[in-house]
Every structure is written in structure tokens, then in C-alpha cells.
């Protein structure tokens, strides 16, 4: 199935913020109407696989904003659990220096099948 081009449920949820800070009503709609968003879903923190493509995401994060596009990832796990994987080292299978925000859809609300 692919989603690209379809809008994204508007939602508030849970997220890491700057790579740092827990904000409990993190909402896309703040970007409606002045920027494109880039949001994808990844499975689980501490995976072995994710923390390469989130990687590649931060590496690539200016030539977004050159392009008016805001990355925002999304997994089912919990604003704390993001924060612990933003905090541990890249060369420990952290995503460290990660600045994009990640929401916490713990409840499963934003999974692709609910994008309409």
C-alpha cells in the first residue's frame, strides 16, 4: 500500500521534540498550510534495523528544510523509550543527535490504515 501524497490523520500525541524535549500534544497541523511533512513509520526503538534509516534521515534533515519539508517519524512505542534511543550512542544501536521529532503512537491511533 503506499501512502505517499495522502494526508495524514490530524492527531496530538506524544513526541520527542529537538531530540531532547517531551511535548504531550505534538499535533502536524502546526505545519498545515506552510510546510510539507515528510511522516514515516518505523517499527520499534532499539531495533537493529531502524536506527540507519532514522540516521540517514537526521544526515539528509538540512536538504529538507532547504526544500520546505519537515521530517517527523512515528512508532508505537512510548515519548520516554524515544528519549532513552536519542540518548544512547550510535556506536550502542542509539540514534544519537537525532533532532526531527518522533511520536509516540502507544495506542496504535496513526497507523498507515488509518491515514485517509
Known sequence: M???GKHAPIFKAPAVTNGQHIVHDF??????????VLFFFYPKDFTFVCP???IAFQEKLD???Q???IVVGCSTDTEETHL??????RNQGGIQGITY???A???KLLLPTTVY
Open 101 to 103: 521529532p518522533l511520536v
Open 2 to 4: 503506499t501512502l505517499t
Open 27 to 36: 499535533s502536524l497541523a502546526q505545519f498545515m498550510g506552510h510546510k510539507e
Open 67 to 69: 526544500r520546505g519539508v
Open 84 to 89: 532513552a534511543w536519542i540518548n544512547t550512542p
Open 105 to 107: 503512537d502507544v495506542r
Open 52 to 54: 540507519t534509516e532514522l
Open 63 to 65: 536538504e529538507f528544510e
